[in-house]
């Protein structure tokens, strides 16, 4: 994984993701703002705002965040 694989991620077409990193914590990335990246390290702000530092070398896999729909309300 490079630097300039997450920046585009970021910054070409942002879509929801989630960083996997050597010993298996994820870090969800919902929003461009709640990244900030760096030459060897990225930053993520978890949901409870606390911000979490991510070197470059432990970053083993990006994928794509699901997010579950919403079910339509019905009508009474």
Do not use: C
Request: proline fraction near 7%; glycine fraction near 6%.
């Amino acid at each position: 994984m490079s630097i300039a694989e997450i920046r585009k991620r970021v910054t070409g077409g942002f879509q929801p993701f989630v960083i996997r990193t050597s010993d298996g914590r994820e870090f969800k990335v919902p929003h461009p703002e709640f990244i900030a990246i760096a030459p060897n390290a990225v930053a993520v702000v978890d949901d409870d705002g606390h911000i979490n530092t991510i070197a470059l070398l432990h970053i083993s896999s990006i994928k794509d965040l699901v997010g579950r729909r919403k079910k339509p309300k019905h009508a009474a």
